[in-house]
């Protein structure tokens, strides 16, 4: 049998990790991994999941398993967090899941569940695991236009354009934001305008927010999904908590399912244990519940948001840093989309060809389709990257 396997294409990210640390020059950079580092190159763990976690060793008496969709406790919390008080709690359904890539998978069994025919849509470009996971489970795809490598800007004319053909039935999958892999996202404006074409067309929203509180703070990244969910007869929303809480180890993440009334969260619910138990039984629960005591403790919260917020604005510093001394460099202001952008990732829009060109004479690594990840960045690095981004020509 399993002679009959074929080899599956590589994933680039992690084809890129193995030529960087095969790389001996001393001054690389890794601007390729999709992983939140501090100025001395270090994931930490945050200060109140430590905290959290000295709490559990002492209190936690068993490791029995918890229920098929997680602790509801967990649930609640998430909830409070993401859709805050936009939507009726009555009508949502959640699961825990292994990270927001296991939210993401469940959200998409679910549409087989319950609409196979539906086509799923993404913007162009996206995260590239969910092409790979939708066509892996051999859902129809479309894409509809999202960033302009012109302007490296949002093609809101274009997507609009092409969200007016989506189909009642069809899935639009948006990104909540710090849009993964441009950094550009919609405006509050541009939410609405979304809001009003799904309505038009019957489609309904899954929203992927990986990054709540990288981007403007916490309220603010989640301003445009709460008015979606708001607004929307139904959606699905799959978040991770594996970069505003760090815990990416431990594979945090929750899919919820908003219906149009509460009648139907019951069924919505139970589908969401089933889906739960077919693909991995249990969900992890160690990350669920350190993410609950943060999110239900005053002072472990108080001190969470303080350290995301430290991790926000340091990004947001080596982006304004960046775009300075670009155009200190370069004469020109074309680089200043990298202090508008949002998140741990910008796309500056040139070739693979550039970007091959940056890692072979340079020692700088990022995807090749010019994602780079700011937080793999430190004041130090920062001009050493402009002058070889000048220097290439990009």
Sequence with gaps: MLT????????????????????????????????YKNAEGVTPVMRAIKAAEKQLWEAET?????????????????????????????RIAAAATPGGTGAIRQAMELVMLASPEATIWVSHPTWPNHLSIIKH??????????????TRAVDFAGMAEDLAGVKAGDIVLLHGCCHNPTGANLTLAEWAEVISILQ?????????????????????????????????????IAASCSKNF???????GILMAISETAKNTGVTQANLAYL????????????????????????????????????????????????????RLSGSDRFGFLAQHRGMFSRLGTTPE????????????MVSDSRLNIA?????????????IVKTGI
Excluded at 79 to 90: N, Q
Excluded at 203 to 232: C, H
Excluded at 317 to 327: D, F, I, K, N
Aim: proline fraction near 6%.
């Design 200 to 236: 038009d067309t019957g489609a309904t929203p899954l929203i992927d927010i990986a990054y709540q509180g990288f981007g403007d703070g916490l309220e603010e990244d989640a301003a445009g999904l709460r008015m979606v969910a708001s607004e929307m007869p139904e959606c699905l």
């Design 276 to 327: 739960n138990r077919q693909n991995f039984s249990f969900p992890p629960d160690h990350g669920a519940r350190l993410v609950t005591m943060v999110l239900t403790d005053d002072a472990l919260r108080a001190d969470w948001k303080a350290e995301l917020e430290e991790v926000r604005v340091g990004m947001l510093g080596l982006r304004e840093q960046l775009a300075s001394e670009l155009q």
């Design 137 to 150: 489970l051999g859902l129809p795809l479309k894409e509809y236009r999202y960033f302009d490598s012109e």
């Design 354 to 365: 550039l970007v091959q060109k940056l890692r072979e004479d340079h020692g700088i690594y």
């Design 4 to 35: 009959n396997l074929k080899p599956q294409p590589a994933d680039k990210i992690l084809e890129l990790i193995g030529m960087y640390r095969a790389d001996p020059r001393p001054n690389k950079i890794d601007l390729g991994v999709g992983v």
């Design 376 to 388: 793999g960045l430190n004041k130090n690095t920062v001009p050493v990257l402009a002058e070889a």
């Design 62 to 90: 068993t490791k029995s398993y918890t229920g098929l969709a997680g602790e509801p406790a967990f649930h609640d919390a998430m909830i409070e967090l993401v859709l805050g008080t936009s939507v009726e709690r009555d």
């Design 246 to 252: 760090g815990v990416y180890r431990e594979r945090t």
